[in-house]
Structures are given as C-alpha cells and as structure tokens.
C-alpha cells in the first residue's frame, strides 16, 4: 500500500483522524472539492450538513474511484464547512459516519483539515471535500 496512516506518541489525541500520512507511491491523485451536487448540478441535501457530507464523500469516492483508487489510498482529505461553529461537529461527524462503511473509509481517517469558511460554490453548499491520494 503507498499510503501508511500514523499518529506519533505525543500529538493531540483522541482525535477522529491520524496525524501523519507517509506516501510512497508514483501516482499522485487531487480530487477537486467535491460539493452535494448530483450529475446534473442540482442541489442535494439542502440544508442539512450531514447529508451533505455523505453526498459529497459519495462523489468523492466516484472521483477516486475514476483514477483507479479508493479511500484506502488517500493521504488527506480537507473539509471546507460553511459559517463553522463547534455546535455542527455532531452533523459534520455524522456524515462521514453514515457512509464509512459504505465506502470504505478507514477509521480513524487519514489526516484531516476541517475549514470553516463564510461561503462556497452557492449559498445552498454546506461543505466541500478535497481529497488527495497516492498510488504505487
């Protein structure tokens, strides 16, 4: 595998994520953000941040997927989350829980960065996942 998961003795911990991703591999994956649009561009989920985590981890997995990976091969994921405040952690953290099986995406997660931004794409986006991944 190209991607070693490790949180080092010391770090901020319990935390949902690793800290550390150690890559070793010669193709290298960058996922756009990907928002809780359909194939169409309509809108999902509106108004509700757990539904959009899952849509937008859903698109997530269909874009790595396209480049031959999975979550098992991601380094980072980053989360940009709109008008952030500590009270959506519950939401935000149901989202990626209601579809990890699913998906398969490790637990913990590879390191994360959650973003609080005051706008996206539209004003309906809630949250937009980056991903970045590495392959042997």
């Known amino acids: ?21 150690v890559s070793t591999g010669t193709r290298h994956i960058h996922v756009a953000g990907q928002i809780a649009r359909d194939a169409e561009g309509n809108p999902v989920a509106t108004g509700d941040l757990t539904g959009q985590v899952a849509y937008s981890l859903r698109s997530t997995a269909r874009a790595l997927a396209g480049a031959g990976a999975t979550f098992a ?20 953290i149901a989202g990626i829980e209601a579809v990890r099986a699913e998906l398969r995406i490790p637990s913990p997660l590879p390191p994360v960065s959650a973003i609080g931004v005051d706008y996206l794409f539209e004003p309906d986006v809630l949250v937009e996942v980056e991903a970045y991944a590495v392959l042997d």
Not at 1 to 21: D, I, K, N, R, W
Not at 80 to 89: C, E, G, L, S
């Open 73 to 92: 091969d991601v380094a980072r994921l980053r989360f940009f989350v709109t008008h952030w405040t500590p009270d959506k952690y519950d939401a935000f």
């Open 1 to 21: 595998m190209a991607v070693q998961l490790l949180t080092p003795e010391g770090l901020f911990a319990p935390v949902p994520y690793h800290h550390v991703s």
